[in-house]
């Protein structure tokens, strides 16, 4: 197993809000979207239900913070859009396309590059919408932190052994989100 030294302390400062209230904003996005598109809520084909549910959810984590454009996360790591993408290519690290821009995840933007690599590089063969979750979620096995709660207390080899596990059960599960 790769060692992992943390870099970089800084504290996280992203824009917090309850859940409930992100539940209520997703619920109502796809409400509207639903009538816009005139499909009834409940009714007709499931599988375009989901899908409509799926990219509100998406839009909702950009609006609450979670995500963000390539000119903020670039900055936050000095690269380039351009280095971010071929980092993605390598994965390295990973995003998600919603409409026709790509985005990435602010949680790891605290944690150093090299920290960020080790862990994507573990889950390369997972979705990147699992990936996120991944990075977002709390785990029991790191005393309920997320991952760059974790890799900023230390907790590299613990961090390593979840990510592991976690590729382990989501095997060939790659795709383009």
């Known amino acids: 197993m790769a060692e992992v030294s943390l870099a970089s ?20 996005a796809l409400a509207d979207l639903q009538v816009r598109l005139g499909v009834a809520p409940g009714a007709g ?10 990219e509100c959810v998406k839009a909702s984590w950009i ?21 971010l993408e071929q980092a993605c290519g390598r994965g390295e690290l990973f995003s998600l396309k919603i409409g026709n821009k790509r985005w990435y995840p602010a949680s790891p933007m605290d944690v150093s590059v090299e920290d960020v690599k080790v862990v ?15 990075w977002e979620r709390k785990h029991g096995a790191l005393a309920g932190q997320t991952l760059p709660q974790a890799l900023q207390a230390g907790n590299a080899a613990a961090v390593l052994r979840t990510a592991e596990v976690f590729a382990s059960e989501h095997p060939g599960q790659a795709a383009v989100a």
């Not at 084909?45 to 799926?54: K, N, T």
């Not at 994507?120 to 991944?134: A, H, N």
């Open 120 to 134: 994507c590089l573990l889950l390369r063969g997972v979705d990147p919408v699992s990936q996120f979750i991944f």
């Open 9 to 28: 302390n800084a504290p996280r400062t992203l824009p917090q809000e309850t859940t409930d209230e992100g539940n209520r904003r997703a619920a109502q």
């Open 63 to 83: 609006q609450d913070g979670l995500l963000v454009g390539s000119v903020a996360f670039g900055l936050s790591w000095s690269r380039t859009r351009r280095a």
């Open 45 to 54: 084909d499931e599988p375009r239900e989901l899908d409509q549910g799926s």
